[in-house]
């Protein structure tokens, strides 16, 4: 079975500064890695996806995220964040074939601030 | 513009009474999720459909609790009796399982007050 860590339940940030959110996995299995995020009041957005290939991942809005196998990491990045990245993050797994369910962790809450 | 509708988007109820969440998952997904966001305990997995066929429900209390694909166009999550620890906001996802097709889709969620 699959789990995820999110190492910190909240990230304050002052506007345009770089960030990293942290997320580990667990797994027996190859997996696919993936980031959403979500808004107040919203359902969840796909923010990028590690499927295979380049362990370097572009995103939407200036994200990104390097998988790292060995320390079974899949961090997520910017390098200057805005004001409207406040939300919460969500790191998840899933097992190495289409369709399967995602894993979630506890979340991240990315605070950026003036 | 595609998307998943979940209904309704509140709902608050009396300890005791049924509830029903409805999902419609996007047109041509073959793979509906039910999830379950409490502060506590993050983003839980309920169960979830593949070709209207349950695939795992193995998150979700049976004595209480029922999921149902009536049809490809209509997904359902029935609570009865409800509890206020049944309180939460509920997620239904689709997606597409060919190839290396793995995005889920996700509704904007219904928010359950159990009181």
């Known amino acids: 079975a699959q789990s995820v860590t999110q190492l910190d339940s909240q990230v304050p940030v002052f506007e345009e500064a770089p960030v990293e959110l942290r997320c580990n996995y667990s797994?027996?299995?190859?997996?696919?890695l993936f980031w959403y995020v979500q808004y107040p009041n919203q359902g969840l957005q796909l923010l990028l996806k590690y499927l295979s290939g380049s362990t370097l991942v572009k995103g939407i809005n200036g994200f990104e995220a390097e998988f790292n196998k060995s320390q079974t990491s899949f961090h997520l990045r910017k390098p200057s964040v805005h004001i409207s990245d406040t939300a919460e993050y969500f790191c998840?797994?899933?097992?190495?074939?289409?369709?399967?369910?995602?894993?979630f962790g506890k979340g991240t809450t990315l605070s950026v601030s003036s | 513009d595609a998307r998943v509708t979940q209904t309704p988007r509140h709902k608050v109820t009396e300890m005791g009474q049924e509830v029903t969440m409805r999902c419609q998952p996007i047109l041509g997904h073959n793979t509906v999720f039910w999830y379950r966001q409490t502060m506590m305990q993050g983003l839980e997995l309920l169960a979830y459909f593949r070709n209207r066929a349950p695939l795992d429900d193995s998150g979700m209390p049976k004595d209480r609790f029922s999921a149902e694909m009536p049809d490809a166009t209509l997904a359902t999550l029935k609570i009865q009796p409800s509890e206020p620890r049944d309180s939460a906001v509920y997620f239904c996802?689709?997606?597409?399982?060919?190839?290396?097709?793995?995005?889920?889709?996700f509704g904007q969620g219904t928010r359950l007050t159990v009181v």
């Open positions: 797994s027996s299995v190859s997996v696919y």
């Open positions: 998840a797994v899933s097992d190495y074939q289409a369709g399967t369910a995602l894993i």
């Open positions: 996802a689709s997606g597409l399982a060919t190839g290396l097709n793995t995005e889920a889709f």
